[in-house]
């Protein structure tokens, strides 16, 4: 009896020293280098193990919020950490419609920081290993997380044309995502917006490569670059790899119908830039490419990325199931292990969503796949946690969380960006408003916070986002401003048309704020199943975000009807869209006294269009994205290639409103430009840019070269260099831009990048 107590009791205190992190073990010395690290864990792990560190999985159901504002792990995260041995999580933070987390079961930062501890202390106290976990949220224009800073959406942070505040962006964003427990923040979104019916058009940074590439390196630049021993470095990654924007008919995951130069020359030169910037993971896309999945593409993954770009630190992640897709979908692998395999072959590191790589075991052991090819993309993912120092500081403060996340210089920020992001198109001088004026506020977009705000966006608690009829009653009072829905974005009722006329009649002006929308529903009670009850069913306003293409760029619903009707009373009209892609603005740019866009402005929108509105804010802001005139014409993008459109029979083949373009309160005037050689073989372009006005304002000095002669056919011109500048009234300024020598080649017949004649041009300042 003593033996078998005495058995027992060794095997308790085997099994125990089991889970004690190993203490004097090369991989747990700080002192030593990365790769000495590496390899010294990887000969340690199980084949097991090592699949585990590949997998990605959910991570909002690793938790559990109590009465009591306490957090514990659930019993589903225990046993994927001791079974699975996963190394990864998504979007624990992640709070919408979708993950059925509110202000009640959700996360607040505090809190989140508490449960991204817990996690980090189960997987660091009670596995062989102790590895920490690597936790990813997604970020384009903000944390996806409850109290998180909201952004402008890409399209409006690219209409700032200012490097300076994405970078100011990116730091946010970091030390957002850092201080609550992650590391991963997946944005920019680098798709090129070829076919504004496309539902993420409003994810992006518009239609040019030299705009995207150049604002994405510098929300990257804040993000911490490379640097990952910086305290809010966040590993960025790019989506979507590549030419995902491209789809065909604007369909969300369609073919992308697009060659092989195109692609070089094109589309990939975004993502080179902002991997040279410091980004440290790309996301694969759900399309194909002249029938080679993405997620599957060899030449893409590894000729260009790892070997051409020589990227191998990089980590490659796949977007949500898009290993799966290729079997359940695409059907270019007979089963989820066939899909598996030809992404690790391909150069997939890490399967978000897990299921595929979850079955390698199997491959390895019939020799389909080699333990080298586990053990590269296991390299990448222990490198970077090493780099973080997740080995020595897996924890955060809950307490710094909560002090910092969406502070006071986080909120300024957020109505700078949207400030700049607004785009003026049409004034015949009744902006800025008098603040003396009796101005009418109508419509679906006037006073509704979440159409403010764009997809991949959490819940905001009251008061934290001031729509524009708040924003204007808070400028000019309630005396001078009153407020009617008019409709909503996509129901065809009229029912509240009559107020909505009859306080605009009462009016001196009238701003109609119209537009669209990619508001989750978060006010629906939802089942455990997912499904919303009935009960709560309406017609919802969503008509873009993700999965939410059109056919047409028509208001939709009956606001259209709404314009004319507001038109009728014969007041003033001033137009606000507040859109995540380009609406048609035909009628109002015919009849309508001013328009602007202001995209998704994000939690200050509402005060930065009332800014603008009432001549507190110049605007500044410029397309990021040709506005087309009538979908027949589409593809509109200005980078083309020749020849230039000819007008079709029933009307012109001319944009509405061109790419770069955006008016102000003031004039500017430009000298003679002067192009200098310099000596890495690029170009100074210098021109001098007076204020003629009497108003202090932004212009954005845009650069773009023309070939007159290729090899290769062009389009009629190419952004290569822009600088936006703030000048007082009558003041001067000498702005001297540098166009790489890159930026002025082309791709060959031979596709080898070819130096080509070139002319400059300067985008005209708008009179």
Same mark, same amino acid.
């Given at each position: 009896?003593?033996?078998?107590?005495?058995?027992?009791?060794?095997?308790?205190?085997?099994?125990?020293?089991?889970?004690?992190?190993?203490?004097?073990?090369?991989?747990?010395?700080?002192? $030593?280098?990365?790769?000495?690290?590496?390899?010294?864990?990887?000969?340690?792990?199980?084949?097991?193990?090592?699949?585990?560190? $590949?997998?990605?999985?959910?991570? @909002?159901?690793?938790?559990?919020?109590?009465?009591?504002?306490?957090?514990?792990?659930?019993?589903?995260?225990?046993?994927?950490?001791?079974?699975?041995?996963?190394?990864?999580? @998504?979007?624990?933070?992640?709070?919408?419609?979708?993950?059925?987390?509110?202000?009640?079961?959700?996360?607040?930062?505090?809190?989140?920081?508490?449960?991204?501890?817990?996690?980090?202390?189960?997987?660091?106290?009670?596995?062989?290993?102790?590895?920490?976990?690597?936790?990813?949220?997604?970020?384009?224009?903000?944390?996806?997380?409850?109290?998180?800073?909201?952004?402008?959406?890409?399209?409006?942070?690219?209409?700032? @044309?200012?490097?300076?505040?994405?970078?100011?962006?990116?730091?946010?964003?970091?030390?957002?995502?850092?201080?609550? #427990?992650?590391?991963?923040?997946?944005?920019?979104?680098?798709?090129?917006?070829?076919?504004?019916? *496309?539902?993420?058009?409003?994810?992006?940074?518009?239609?040019?490569?030299?705009?995207?590439?150049?604002?994405?390196?510098?929300?990257?630049?804040?993000?911490?670059?490379?640097?990952?021993?910086?305290?809010?470095?966040?590993?960025?990654?790019?989506?979507?790899?590549?030419?995902?924007?491209?789809?065909?008919?604007? =369909?969300?995951?369609?073919?992308?119908?697009?060659?092989?130069?195109?692609?070089?020359?094109?589309?990939?030169?975004?993502?080179?830039? &902002?991997?040279?910037?410091?980004?440290?993971?790309?996301?694969?896309?759900? /399309?194909?490419?002249?029938?080679?999945? !993405?997620? &599957?593409?060899? /030449? $893409?993954?590894?000729?260009?990325?790892?070997?051409?770009?020589?990227?191998?630190?990089?980590?490659?992640?796949?977007?949500?199931?898009?290993?799966?897709?290729?079997?359940?979908?695409?059907?270019?692998?007979?089963?989820?292990?066939?899909?598996?395999?030809?992404?690790?072959?391909?150069?997939?590191?890490?399967?978000?969503?897990?299921?595929?790589?979850?079955?390698?075991? +199997?491959?390895?052991?019939?020799?389909?796949?080699?333990?080298?090819?586990?053990?590269?993309?296991?390299?990448?993912?222990?490198?970077?946690?090493?780099? $973080?120092?997740?080995?020595?500081?897996?924890?955060?403060?809950?307490?710094?969380? *909560?002090?910092?996340?969406?502070?006071?210089?986080?909120?300024?920020?957020?109505?700078?960006?949207?400030?700049?992001?607004?785009?003026?198109?049409?004034?015949?001088?009744?902006?800025?408003?008098?603040?003396?004026?009796?101005?009418?506020?109508?419509?679906?977009?006037?006073?509704?916070?979440?159409?403010?705000?764009?997809?991949?966006?959490?819940?905001?608690?009251?008061?934290?986002?001031?729509?524009?009829?708040?924003?204007?009653?808070?400028?000019?009072?309630?005396?001078?401003?009153?407020?009617?829905?008019? !409709?909503?974005?996509?129901?065809?009722?009229?029912?509240?048309?009559?107020?909505?006329?009859?306080?605009?009649?009462?009016?001196?002006?009238?701003?109609?704020?119209?537009?669209?929308?990619?508001?989750?529903?978060?006010?629906?009670?939802?089942?455990?199943?997912?499904?919303?009850?009935?009960?709560?069913?309406?017609?919802?306003?969503?008509?873009? #975000?993700?999965?939410?293409?059109?056919?047409?760029?028509?208001?939709?619903?009956?606001? =259209?009807?709404?314009?004319?009707?507001?038109?009728?009373?014969?007041?003033?009209?001033?137009?606000?869209?507040?859109?995540?892609?380009?609406?048609?603005?035909?009628?109002?740019?015919?009849?309508?006294?001013?328009?602007?866009?202001?995209?998704?402005?994000?939690?200050?929108?509402?005060?930065?269009?009332?800014?603008?509105?009432?001549?507190?804010?110049?605007?500044?802001?410029?397309?990021?994205?040709?506005?087309?005139?009538?979908? #027949? =014409?589409?593809?509109?993008? %200005?980078?083309?290639?020749?020849?230039?459109?000819?007008?079709?029979?029933?009307?012109?083949?001319?944009?509405?409103?061109?790419?770069? %373009?955006?008016?102000?309160?003031?004039?500017?005037?430009?000298?003679?430009?002067?192009?200098? =050689?310099?000596?890495?073989?690029?170009?100074?372009?210098?021109?001098?840019?007076?204020?003629?006005?009497?108003?202090?304002?932004?212009?954005?000095? +845009?650069?773009?070269?023309?070939?007159?002669?290729?090899?290769?056919?062009?389009?009629?011109?190419?952004?290569?260099?822009?600088?936006?500048?703030?000048?007082?009234?009558? +003041?001067?300024?000498?702005?001297?831009?540098?166009?790489?020598?890159?930026?002025?080649?082309?791709?060959?017949?031979?596709?080898?990048?070819?130096?080509?004649?070139?002319?400059?041009?300067?985008?005209?300042?708008?009179?």
């Amino acid at each position: 009896m003593r033996f078998i107590t005495t058995l027992l009791a060794a095997t308790v205190t085997l099994l125990a020293s089991a889970t004690q992190l190993p203490t004097r073990v090369p991989y747990r010395d700080a002192h $030593l280098p990365v790769d000495l690290r590496v390899s010294d864990l990887l000969g340690r792990m199980t084949l097991d193990e090592k699949l585990g560190q $590949l997998q990605c999985l959910m991570g @909002w159901d690793s938790y559990e919020r109590h009465d009591d504002n306490t957090i514990t792990t659930t019993a589903a995260f225990r046993q994927q950490i001791q079974e699975r041995h996963i190394g990864m999580y @998504w979007a624990v933070m992640r709070a919408d419609p979708w993950t059925r987390k509110t202000f009640n079961n959700g996360l607040n930062p505090a809190l989140a920081a508490e449960a991204t501890n817990k996690m980090q202390h189960y997987a660091v106290d009670s596995t062989r290993l102790g590895i920490p976990l690597l936790l990813a949220e997604e970020a384009p224009h903000g944390h996806m997380a409850i109290g998180a800073t909201v952004f402008p959406t890409g399209l409006g942070m690219a209409a700032t @044309w200012s490097p300076a505040l994405m970078q100011r962006v990116g730091q946010v964003i970091g030390r957002e995502v850092r201080l609550q #427990g992650a590391h991963i923040s997946y944005g920019p979104v680098l798709d090129l917006a070829l076919d504004p019916r *496309w539902s993420r058009v409003e994810e992006t940074m518009g239609e040019d490569p030299c705009l995207s590439g150049t604002l994405a390196s510098a929300m990257i630049q804040g993000l911490g670059g490379s640097d990952l021993s910086l305290p809010h470095s966040t590993i960025a990654t790019l989506k979507h790899f590549v030419a995902y924007g491209a789809g065909e008919g604007g =369909q969300n995951g369609a073919r992308a119908a697009v060659t092989p130069r195109q692609l070089q020359q094109v589309f990939l030169p975004p993502f080179h830039q &902002a991997l040279q910037a410091g980004a440290l993971s790309v996301m694969t896309a759900y /399309h194909a490419i002249d029938g080679i999945p !993405c997620t &599957a593409d060899h /030449h $893409l993954l590894t000729d260009v990325l790892r070997d051409q770009w020589q990227c191998d630190r990089q980590l490659v992640v796949s977007d949500l199931y898009s290993i799966d897709v290729m079997h359940n979908t695409l059907h270019t692998a007979a089963t989820p292990l066939d899909a598996a395999i030809a992404a690790l072959k391909a150069g997939v590191d890490v399967d978000l969503g897990g299921n595929c790589y979850a079955l390698l075991a +199997q491959a390895v052991e019939s020799g389909r796949v080699t333990m080298d090819d586990i053990d590269r993309a296991v390299s990448r993912v222990l490198r970077l946690k090493f780099e $973080l120092g997740l080995f020595e500081h897996p924890y955060v403060e809950a307490t710094k969380a *909560w002090l910092t996340v969406n502070n006071a210089d986080a909120v300024t920020l957020a109505r700078e960006v949207a400030q700049a992001s607004i785009t003026l198109l049409k004034n015949d001088g009744t902006l800025p408003l008098n603040r003396n004026s009796r101005v009418a506020v109508i419509g679906p977009n006037a006073h509704n916070v979440y159409n403010m705000l764009g997809d991949y966006t959490a819940p905001q608690p009251d008061g934290k986002v001031a729509t524009v009829f708040d924003a204007i009653v808070t400028k000019v009072g309630d005396d001078h401003c009153s407020y009617s829905y008019g !409709c909503t974005v996509r129901d065809t009722s009229q029912s509240a048309f009559d107020l909505a006329v009859r306080i605009a009649r009462q009016a001196d002006v009238v701003v109609a704020v119209v537009g669209g929308s990619s508001a989750r529903d978060f006010r629906t009670n939802y089942e455990q199943t997912g499904a919303a009850s009935a009960a709560q069913a309406t017609i919802s306003d969503m008509e873009c #975000g993700e999965g939410n293409d059109r056919a047409t760029l028509d208001l939709l619903g009956v606001q =259209q009807q709404l314009l004319k009707a507001l038109k009728a009373t014969g007041r003033p009209l001033v137009v606000v869209y507040i859109e995540g892609r380009p609406l048609d603005k035909t009628w109002a740019d015919e009849h309508a006294n001013a328009v602007l866009t202001a995209y998704y402005p994000g939690e200050q929108g509402g005060n930065a269009i009332a800014d603008v509105l009432y001549g507190d804010y110049n605007p500044g802001g410029r397309l990021p994205i040709t506005v087309p005139r009538h979908v #027949g =014409q589409l593809p509109v993008y %200005y980078h083309r290639p020749l020849p230039v459109t000819h007008d079709y029979v029933d009307m012109t083949a001319q944009p509405l409103y061109p790419f770069g %373009y955006g008016l102000s309160y003031t004039t500017f005037r430009y000298g003679e430009m002067k192009a200098t =050689q310099t000596a890495d073989g690029g170009y100074d372009i210098a021109v001098d840019v007076t204020n003629t006005g009497s108003r202090r304002g932004d212009e954005v000095v +845009q650069v773009y070269a023309r070939h007159p002669v290729a090899p290769i056919v062009q389009p009629e011109r190419q952004l290569v260099a822009f600088e936006r500048v703030t000048l007082e009234p009558g +003041q001067t300024q000498r702005v001297t831009l540098h166009v790489a020598p890159q930026a002025l080649q082309v791709v060959n017949e031979l596709m080898q990048w070819e130096s080509a004649p070139v002319e400059f041009l300067l985008q005209s300042p708008r009179p």
